[in-house]
């Protein structure tokens, strides 16, 4: 699939663009099946270390994980930092679809961007609820001149009930990062998020995501955006990948380079994920080294750059 022009115009003048169906259900499958690994590996470790009294494997991939959570506070962000790449994963943001969508944006040359995320939004979870911000805000500094795409795929039907994102229309257009704020400053302590308060925020129209299993949400770095609360039964997974040319700083170097996934020079290039895929970047991030293994303790270098008073 690739975009129309007006779809191009879309993304560009209002900073996102919602592509509905654009992965069939079957292609997703093989993630779903993945992250059902990794929650049974939770389980598996937790049950073992005597942190819960059932592994509630009967559960499926929609309550597992809430299951856990509920026996084990914290079980999501666990799920949420795992920080290692599965490969069907990796063959999803590299799949052909996806790049020759990227490509349009950003030009042949391509590469990955380190931070990519898995998102286990479990019901009435305020660690799972992500306020206002701008991806480039958790960068280093002068990584808002990369133009860096990002697309959020939602695992569920997503909509204003369990937690989708709004986007604020034109927001990026001023090329600023705003003032942002780390949200433990505000009285949630266990937070990792920044926020940009309403009073900082740029007048435009907030949209709602809603969207169908199998879209795909292309958003600007420098859009504000936010996930909000998921007041159903069910968990709101998602995942987010990024891309940007090679040769531009990602904002991320002194943690984990990008990792190349496409270029003019090599027609036939396959992307080696094998040592890329092994590095975590939300631990190695990490000022604070959480000792225990259970530890969903989150910090890194974002949370000093916007404690300083930066703008």
Known sequence: MR?????????????????????????????????????????????????IRDKHAGEGFYTRLTRLEEEFP????????????????????????????????????????????????????????????????YLAPGAERTLQPTAWIPLIDADGVNGTLQVLRGGHRSGHVFRHRPERTKGHQKSWYLCIAEEDLPEGEVVTCEMPMGSLLLINQLIPHRSTENFSDKIRWSVDLRWQR??????????????????????????????????????????????????????????????????
């Open 246 to 311: 090679p040769d531009e700083p990602s904002g991320f170097d002194k943690v984990k380079e990008c990792i190349l996934m496409r270029t003019s020079r090599d027609p036939e290039y396959r992307i080696d994920w094998t040592a890329w895929a092994r590095k975590n970047r939300i631990a190695d991030a990490m000022d604070q080294k959480p000792v225990d293994p259970f530890d969903a303790t989150v910090t890194g270098p974002w949370l000093y750059r916007w404690a300083s008073g930066e703008v």
């Open 3 to 51: 975009l129309t022009d007006l779809q191009l115009r879309r993304f560009h003048d209002d900073g996102f663009l919602i592509v509905r169906d654009f992965f069939p259900r079957e292609q997703l499958q093989p993630v779903i099946e993945w992250i059902n690994g990794v929650v049974d590996d939770l389980a598996e470790r937790l049950y073992a270390a005597g942190k």
């Open 74 to 137: 914290g079980a999501a962000v666990l799920v949420h930092i795992c920080g290692v790449l599965g490969q069907p994963l990796a063959d999803l943001w590299g799949s052909r679809e996806l790049l020759d969508v990227i490509e349009q944006i950003l030009g042949p040359e391509i590469a990955g961007h380190p931070v990519w995320n898995l998102r286990s939004k479990t019901p009435l979870n305020p660690l799972a609820t992500v306020p206002w911000h701008q991806d480039t805000a």
